[in-house]
C-alpha cells in the first residue's frame, strides 16, 4: 500500500513564493516517476512538473522557468518550488506516483489528497 501526503499549500499574493512538498510511504520501486499535477474548478487535471527516480525533469510551458522540482530518494519526498506566482496557478495541487516494479511490470498510478494553492491580492 502506498500513501502520499502533500504539505505547503495556502494562500500567496501574485509575483510571490510557495513550496510544496510530497512524501510517499510503503512500496516504493526504483523504476518510479513522482510529480505535480493541478485541477482548477471545472478543469481537467493538468501536469505541472515530473522527476524520474534518476533527476530527469519535465516541465509545463506555463511553470517554465518558474517552477522547480526536485526529489529526495532517501526520503522517497518530491518538492515544488513555486516562484513568481501568478493567479492562474490558483488550483488544487496533486502529488503523483507512478511506478513499476520493473519494465516488464504494468505500472501503477498513486494520487495525494491535493493540497490548495491559491494566488491572489
Known amino acids: 500500500q502506498v500513501q502520499l501526503v502533500e504539505s505547503g499549500g495556502g494562500l500567496v499574493q501574485p509575483g510571490g513564493s510557495l513550496n510544496l512538498s510530497c512524501a510517499a510511504s510503503?512500496?516504493?520501486?526504483?523504476?518510479?516517476?513522482m510529480g505535480w499535477y493541478r485541477q482548477a474548478p471545472g478543469k481537467q487535471r493538468d501536469l505541472v512538473a515530473t522527476?524520474?527516480?534518476?533527476?530527469?525533469?519535465k516541465y509545463a510551458d506555463s511553470v517554465k522557468g518558474r517552477f522547480t522540482i526536485s526529489r529526495d530518494n532517501s526520503k522517497n519526498t518530491v518538492y515544488l518550488q513555486m516562484a513568481s506566482l501568478k493567479p492562474e496557478d490558483t488550483a488544487n495541487y496533486y502529488c503523483?506516483?507512478?511506478?513499476?516494479?520493473?519494465?516488464?511490470?504494468?505500472?501503477?498510478?498513486?494520487w495525494g489528497q491535493g493540497t490548495q494553492v491559491t494566488v491572489s491580492s
Open positions: 510503503g512500496t516504493i520501486f526504483s523504476i518510479s516517476t
Open positions: 503523483n506516483l507512478h511506478q513499476q516494479r520493473s519494465i516488464l511490470s504494468r505500472a501503477m498510478d498513486y
Open positions: 522527476i524520474t527516480n534518476s533527476g530527469s525533469t
